[in-house]
């Protein structure tokens, strides 16, 4: 199979070749195009203008309707003669990317009339717009990646045309180009020596990244090159070159993972993960990142915000703090108003959505020496001149420890322009536990700096005691000497005297160097997404961290101490702000329209809903970033619309989507503990209060949902059953039993794994056995239909009829569509042990004595002697439960040798198979006198086997059909139904290529094949 696919593969790239009959194409006064290097990056030579029908569009403020375009047509000056273009006027030449884009109107459309649309606002421009999408159509990337050649040609001779025929100067030229279109914008430029400015935003990195410069967008393109970087590689599926392209390079976030945007790999899983990306809160899935460069830019043109950006050498350091200088060239606005004489590579931040655009600000103090650990919260709030931040929290745990002598910073983003700082206010809030190595008294400070990244930097000294609650103003920031300190004890509403503000150069002139400043190694997400950045000393670093622990009344206490350390040290949030709620359902109310909320908190939402405490009790739970109650699609309440249709039982489906939210992995994989503790109180109070036993609950949980379900069982010693829909694998895989789902959670775990493997391999799901049994359908990998995850990720930025949770998520959520098909379809998902799935795949492990198998699902219970790993296969397409049908051939001694394929139609009890491929090949060899299986499945079951259609096939590939023979002879068939059906027939029979043979009557063979 190896070698044929690499013979085809060879044999493809051999006829392609010949098909282009030369490394080198010619399209008149455009150039020629070659296969030699530099333009080895693709490996294909350019399609023809023909093909391409390039159309460039002209509009002005007088025709700034996409239906009032004018088509200029370098080979027709009439056109340009009857259009509005002004000579006098800035040209801007807007070139889309790679897309799925199959008219005008698609191309015009959407951002680039956006973009337009703002420049027009702004400045009386010609705008141009490039309409090359017959050259970049989904899903031939390769093919798109060489057109931008042609295009480009095609582009410089309509920009020399314009020159030529109006006397525009090229100096009046400004080519943007985003994605592929970034680097055609570099082909045009490299044609017209003189040219302006180039803009390329987010330019395209696969066939770009480490190719020669000659290729790409390069600094020579133009006299002025600025480039947006949005989607960078950082050990994950990115669209965007990282290599620095221009004169002066943009990584606004890093360039990398931009907030908000789902991370395909997700390596840093504290703040990504799930591959359960809901496109509301998404753009174009995956390629969220990519287009975030175009949202920049047009957020730039018009904003009176600017996005204020550093040169640093990394993102790390600007994120600290340490490049933050305005002065000597060291800044630069990104986007449309980018000052020219910039050079370098700069970094900024920007928010997660809404306007982008935001200033960054870091509060930093130092605690006093030999002051008492205490532990609590922070809350800043900037003011300056006629605006002020909002007041935001600086650290991300209420109970943060603060040591002595350590200096602590948070940063958060604000859409407040402060061009100064004129008071700081600063509330401490003690944490409402103490333990015996903290207390939750006051907060004694020495030293606050205040910093943003539009270059306001003000700084005070003196001893401050804050109590807790108290809000502190400071009026004005002042100078001071090394050794001298003003004490202040710090009351309850009372402001400090004021005092002179220094500029930062003072500063550090009196201390003589640098403020301390803590390193983080850890990417910070602006402040609205309720993440916050801290840092310390580095005597911090070294000192071992104290343990987090929370507490909610009743619901217990939790700590990040081992083995609750599996999620980087992060503690439950509220019950308050989680927001827990269970639904109840039965068939008086089997609709999520019609859902009855009850709690544990109030017993008339139980007695005034349809909750009957004499029937079972089946508990869905969701997992991370799950869609709410009343989102489409909900897989919950599809499984509480199948159960109710078969059993007469109560639903309860646990809504915890607040808690589970979307980007913070880690913080929901904690949560978990919290709202377990939640439903192990709802059922204590059912049973308490109802009469209900807990014999009658069994529990259902998806991916985070199933470990909670876990954290439920761990509570109530005794549950009867708890089936764990592909548990998630990240931070649970190599961790101890005891914070993930594991046999001893119920009286009996079934597990079904769907996702499993590495993480960076993009799998969600956990691998290792968890339950009881544990059933891996195909595999427990790589579903059937969902193809691969990353390639699939890429096309779901290109086409639009494929959406991110189809690719993603594919494979992780075939483990609730398994279950829920398994409800009420006739058709069982029977699986098997056996050693591995490969020994199954081959045919092996059909033996289903001693309740070796059992039936995968809603009906599990029905087998519970079933123990270990099962295996089984299912379809592609829905429904997926298959029948499986046994098929084994004896070949005649003496038959020529052939390659080929056996169909079989199997009929019986008034029902037909459609027609089944025994081999896994066209081209499968068969030889004289040997025996052949092969194990197929249908959707069709057959009992009784009352006739056989057999077709062979002979192989039609050039490459073995002259040396093998057309015609099949077997001497001997046998089929064999996992209902128990089985017929066989011994006899020479003839099966010519193509010709279907019928087999109705049936002999017992003596011979065992």
Known sequence: MALWSTISVFAVSLLFAIAQDADQVCYG???????????????????????????????????????????????????????????????????????????????????????????????????????????????????????????????????????????????????????????????????????????????????????????????????????????????????GIGTPVGDVDFYP????????????????????????FDASGLVDGAGCSHHRALDYWIESINSPCLFVSHRCDSYSKYEDGECWDTSGGSSAVMGYDVDTSARGTMYTSTFAQGSFCGTEFKVSFRTRRHARTTRGQVEATVVGPGASTDATELFSSDSKSFYDDRTYAGQF????????????????????????????????????????????????????????????TFTAFGNFEPGKRIRYNVRKGKRLPELRSLPYEDILRVYGQKRQQGQSSSRKQPADHGNHHTTTTQAMTTTPKPPQVVCYGDLGCFSDEYPFDNTGRVVPQSPEYINTVFYVFTKSNPTIEARQAISYDDILSVQNSPFDPTKPVKVLIHGF???????????????????????????????????????????????????????????????????????????VGHSLGAHLSGHVGKRLPGLPRITGLDPAEPFFEDYDPIVRLDPTDALFVDVIHTDGGEILSGAWGLDLPSGHVDFYPNGGKGQPGCGNTWIGSITSVFDPSVTLDDVVDCSHNRAYEFYIESINNPCKFVAYPCRSY????????????????????????????????????????????????????????????????????????????????????????????????????????????LELQLTYLATDN????????ADLTIDRIDVTSSSGASVSYCGEMLLRDGQMNTLSSFNNCDVTP
């Open 29 to 239: 006064d455009l150039g020629c195009f070659s296969l030699q290097a530099p333009y080895t990056n693709t490996g294909r030579l350019p399609d023809s203008p023909d093909q391409l029908d390039t159309k460039f569009y002209l509009f002005t403020r007088s025709n700034a309707m996409v239906a009032d375009r004018q088509l200029l047509d370098f080979d027709n000056p009439s056109t340009l003669r009857l259009s509005s273009f002004k000579h006098e006027k800035p040209v801007k030449v807007w070139i889309h990317g790679f897309t799925s884009a199959k008219t005008a109107e698609d191309v015009v459309s959407s951002s680039a009339a956006q973009a337009m649309a703002e420049t027009h606002k702004k400045d009386d421009v010609n705008y141009i717009i490039v309409d090359w999408s017959r050259g970049v159509q989904y899903p031939d990337y390769t093919a798109a990646a060489s057109n931008i050649r042609v295009v480009g040609a095609q582009l410089a001779k309509l920009v020399t045309f314009l020159v030529d025929q109006t006397g525009v100067s090229l100096e009046q030229f400004h080519l943007i180009g985003y994605s592929l279109g970034a680097h055609l914008a570099g082909e045009a430029g490299a044609r017209l020596p003189g040219l302006a400015r180039i803009t390329g935003l987010d330019p395209a990195g696969p066939m770009f990244e480490l190719a020669d410069p000659a290729i790409r967008l390069s600094p020579d393109d133009a006299n002025f090159v600025d480039v947006i970087h949005t989607d960078t590689p950082h050990f994950n599926v990115a669209f």
């Open 253 to 276: 976030n890093g360039g990398a993972r931009q907030p908000d945007c789902p991370d395909p790999v997700v390596d840093t899983l504290s703040s990504l993960v799930s591959g359960t």
């Open 413 to 472: 983003m604000s859409r407040a322009n402060l061009s100064g700082v004129r008071e700081l206010q600063l509330t401490f809030t003690a944490s409402d536990s103490a333990t015996f190595w903290s207390s939750n008294g006051d907060l004694k400070i020495t030293r606050i700096d205040v910093q943003s990244s539009t270059g306001v930097t003000v700084s005070h000294c003196g001893d401050y005691e804050l109590q807790s609650g108290s809000t502190v």
């Open 625 to 699: 970033y799950s869609y709410p109650i009343t989102g489409d699609p909900f897989w919950a309440g599809d499984a509480m619309r199948e159960i109710l249709k078969r059993d007469d039982i109560n639903v309860i489906i646990v809504d915890w989507n607040k808690g589970a939210e979307f980007p913070n992995y880690a913080q929901a994989a904690t949560n978990i503990r919290l709202v377990a503790a939640q439903v192990a109180k709802l059922i204590t109070f059912l049973i308490n209060g109802t009469g209900a036993g807990l014999n009658q609950f069994s529990l």
């Open 838 to 945: 490969d020994d199954f795949a081959a045919g092996g492990c059909r033996d289903c004595s001693n309740n070796a198998c059992s039936v995968m699902g809603y009906d599990v219970d029905n087998n519970m002697a079933a123990r270990g790993s099962l295996y089984l296969s299912t379809g592609d397409t829905g429904p997926y439960c298959r029948y499986e049908y046994r098929v084994t051939i004896k070949t005649k001694a003496g038959m020529e040798h052939t390659r080929g394929n056996l169909v079989v139609i199997i009929k019986g009890n008034g029902q037909t198979t459609p027609p089944i491929q025994i081999f896994d090949s066209g081209s499968y060899a068969l030889d004289q006198d040997t025996t052949h299986s092969g194990i197929v499945t249908s959707t069709v079951g057959i009992d009784s086997i």
């Open 958 to 965: 050039i490459l073995y059909s002259w040396a093998n023979a």
